[in-house]
């Protein structure tokens, strides 16, 4: 299956490096959302379970990219797995754009031209991770 000139596993390749991208551009956003000096604020225990839950994210995000780039074939092999994984990964990064533009209160958002740019290509590349995965998931899902 082609996709503008890209095969589903070159996407999906694409994807992967994206994701490791992300990952390591996420060790950043502590100092760009200013967390310490705002969890100062909170209860440790609350202090404790943000950044658990951040460092989840951030593995979750590279093990996505890892798998992906380095096992691109496996997972559009038409198999029942490779079927659940992309369409899990597909659910994963669905969820992560409509909690972008229905949950986040956008008032408080970063202000200046360059967060303004930051937040665009995230959101691109979102909708990119869900489009590729869930155009995986169906083509493995038609193999079966």
């Given at each position: 299956m082609k996709t503008i000139g890209f095969s589903i596993q070159q996407l999906i390749w694409f994807a992967g490096l994206a994701?490791?991208?992300l990952a390591v551009g996420s060790l950043t956003i502590p100092r760009v959302l200013n967390w310490r000096p705002e969890l100062l604020k909170v209860q440790?225990?609350?202090k404790q379970m943000f950044w658990t839950y951040a460092a989840y994210i951030l593995v979750i995000n590279l093990c996505?990219?890892?798998l992906s780039a380095l096992a691109s074939?496996?997972?559009v092999n038409g198999t029942r797995l490779a079927t659940l994984l992309t369409g899990f990964i597909a659910a994963y990064w669905i969820s992560r754009v409509l909690i972008q533009f229905l949950y986040f209160d956008r008032a408080n958002f970063p202000s200046?031209?360059?967060h303004k740019l930051a937040e665009a290509v995230l959101v691109v590349l979102f909708v990119f991770l869900s489009?590729?995965?869930s155009r995986a998931?169906?083509?493995n899902y038609m193999q079966s």
């Open positions: 994701q490791v991208g440790p225990l609350i996505f990219g890892l074939n496996d997972l200046g031209k360059l489009i590729v995965y998931c169906y083509f």
